[in-house]
């Protein structure tokens, strides 16, 4: 690692970083009392001391640049006691929040710069011999009380990892959650489009009813997929003679054609147990075909061009959308219906 030097002013101190080989370099001077504090951590303290926020030194003086130049968001560093570097990151998701804080004691310089590594942890915290509680319930002698100490340390270390870990796959499932927020909110077939007279429209026009016989035509959904977005929507099928549904995502062009069927970059489910995808029909293994009363839900997110299909709640197959149809097309929801009395409704 080279890091080069950076210089800032913080809390009345100056405050230099750097770094070179597997060390980090903090050095504090305090221009009132002339005192210069300075040390270099390796890659093991910077993961005790920062508690499992960074895994390196490289990782702990990016981090710690970041937090002096504001450059990222929901975190502070400040220097107080002395010549001691705390850092704090405000985590959460939703509206819950919390606080995670950890401290550098920097050394005053005497002589050569102190190398902090993980054997210097236990000087940075409370000895029992400074807590009158643990003096009097712990009667064991010097040397045990320093490993209960190391053993505290470790299971404090462990449970930040632990802590990240959980708020890293919380913040994933947020994400996730605000992308499919578009979970297409009262999600509706669009009225008055080519095919409109073949369908009775109920429900606020999110069920729909086939009048027709013996030819497959399609009904769009209102709302255009957004390519920036993830997308979901949800169908539930009420009545179904003969296994004949098609449900999909389609180019908005074929909203003025009697059907999507065998067209250029459609990827639909179809209820047999086949997926379409542009033109060519296919019979993955985990595909299965849908029947009365069971949900066909789609996951769609045109930002990286994947399209997942669901029956009950259970991936049945995944597909990639092709880069050329992405930039060419805007795609819609759609369904499409074959037998007489066929019914279907967006949930």
């Given at each position: 690692?080279?890091?080069?030097?950076?210089?800032?002013?913080?809390?009345?101190?100056?405050?230099?970083?750097?770094?070179?080989?597997?060390?980090?370099?903090?050095?504090?001077?305090?221009?009132?009392?002339?005192?210069?504090?300075?040390?270099?951590i390796n890659d093991h303290a910077a993961q005790i001391y920062s508690l499992g926020h960074f895994s390196s030194a490289e990782s702990l003086l990016r981090g710690l640049v970041n937090a002096v130049e504001g450059k990222q968001k929901g975190v502070s560093v400040c220097i107080e006691d002395g010549a001691k570097i705390h850092y704090t990151l405000t985590q959460g998701f939703g509206d819950f929040k919390w606080n995670a804080k950890f401290v550098i004691p920097v050394p005053q310089k005497k002589g050569t710069i102190t190398v902090l590594d993980s054997q210097m942890l236990k000087k940075s915290q409370t000895s029992f011999s400074q807590n009158p509680f643990a003096s009097q319930h712990f009667n064991g002698s010097q040397k045990e009380k320093d490993e209960m100490i190391r053993i505290i340390n470790e299971m404090k270390f462990a449970f930040h990892r632990f802590e990240r870990t959980v708020f890293d796959r919380l913040k994933s499932l947020e994400n996730r959650v605000s992308k499919i927020e578009d979970k297409l909110e009262g999600i509706t077939f669009k009225p008055n489009q080519k095919n409109s007279e073949f369908f009775t429209f109920s429900n606020s026009n999110k069920t729909i009813q086939y009048k027709g016989n013996d030819a497959f035509r399609s009904l769009f959904g209102q709302k255009r997929i957004e390519k920036n977005k993830s997308f979901s929507f949800s169908l539930n099928i009420e009545i179904l003679a003969d296994n004949n549904l098609i449900v999909g995502i389609a180019p908005s062009q074929y909203i003025s054609q009697d059907s999507c069927y065998n067209k250029e970059a459609v990827y639909a489910y179809f209820s047999k147990g086949r997926i379409w995808k542009d033109k060519a029909c296919s019979s993955p293994k985990s595909s299965v075909a849908a029947t009365k009363g069971d949900v066909v839900s789609l996951y769609v997110d045109l930002s990286t061009g994947t399209i997942s299909f669901e029956l009950n709640g259970n991936v049945?197959?995944?597909?990639?959308?092709?880069?050329?149809?992405?930039?060419?097309?805007?795609?819609?929801?759609?369904?499409?219906?074959?037998?007489?009395?066929?019914?279907?409704?967006f949930l």
């Open positions: 690692m080279e890091y080069a030097e950076r210089k800032y002013l913080l809390d009345g101190f100056e405050l230099i970083l750097s770094g070179s080989g597997d060390f980090a370099h903090i050095v504090i001077k305090n221009p009132i009392s002339q005192t210069v504090h300075a040390c270099s049945i197959h995944e597909e990639v959308i092709e880069k050329k149809f992405l930039e060419q097309y805007e795609y819609y929801p759609f369904v499409e219906l074959y037998n007489e009395g066929d019914k279907v409704s």
